[in-house]
């Protein structure tokens, strides 16, 4: 039975020093990831793009996937930062407005680093620490569940584990194709119009 890479880091780097190689060693491999792919992604490969020894690197990290669920970590940090505070109105809001509110919101968090989210999204095996990118997801699904429980006088669905399921999974797939693959095609006065069709179309399944 094959063993699940390592994917903690060796040790938290507490000083400037220490601190600026791991930066630079997760900034090397997000740039690999993005350019060259994963399966280009080695040790040797971070190394030699970061400018350090690839006994500097063992310091800090076990493997290249403890890299990459660095990136993850920091790409996530920088979405939540984006998109924080713009949710923590939606339960009191109505159907309609609520629905667009968070379809914009997954677009803006789908313009974080684009292309680095692309490759973290298709890209990367699902293993250990490197499962954290559904973490944002999980959120939206247990923000969304909670929505609906409040506004369950205003709905026509009765079960909303599985309404969640599908207007979470809805909205995740709308913005990601539109951002991440449709871009050139979607220019923002068309990005406005997919969320006002994407508010519909959930809005419309919840309510009837």
Do not use: W
């Not at 390592?6 to 997000?30: G, I, N």
């Not at 350019?35 to 350090?52: H, L, W």
């Not at 920091?74 to 109105?89: C, F």
């Not at 954290?132 to 909670?146: G, P, V, Y």
């Amino acid at each position: 039975m094959a063993r699940k890479p390592l994917t903690k880091p060796r040790k938290v780097a507490s000083q400037e020093r220490s601190r600026a190689t791991v930066d630079v060693l997760v900034e090397a491999t997000a740039r690999i990831l993005v350019k060259e792919g994963f399966d280009k992604a080695s040790t040797n490969r971070i190394a030699e793009v970061a400018g350090v020894s690839v006994g500097s690197l063992y310091q800090y990290f076990p493997s290249k996937e403890a890299l990459v669920a660095a990136v993850i970590e920091r790409h996530q940090h920088e979405i939540m930062q984006a998109v924080r505070g713009e949710l923590a109105d939606i339960l009191s809001q109505p159907v309609e407005k609520a629905m667009r509110k968070l379809v914009a919101v997954a677009v803006k968090a789908h313009r974080v680093d684009p292309k680095l989210h692309c490759a973290l999204a298709e890209q990367i095996p699902r293993v250990g620490k490197l499962e954290k990118l559904a973490t944002f997801n999980r959120e939206n699904f247990t923000l969304f569940r909670t929505y609906l429980e409040s506004h369950r006088d205003e709905l026509r669905v009765d079960d909303l584990e599985l309404a969640s399921f599908v207007c979470v999974t809805t909205i995740e797939a709308l913005t990601h194709n539109a951002v991440l693959h449709y871009s050139r095609i979607l220019p923002d006065e068309k990005m406005a119009a997919l969320i006002d069709e994407a508010t519909c179309l959930v809005t419309g399944y919840l309510t009837g």
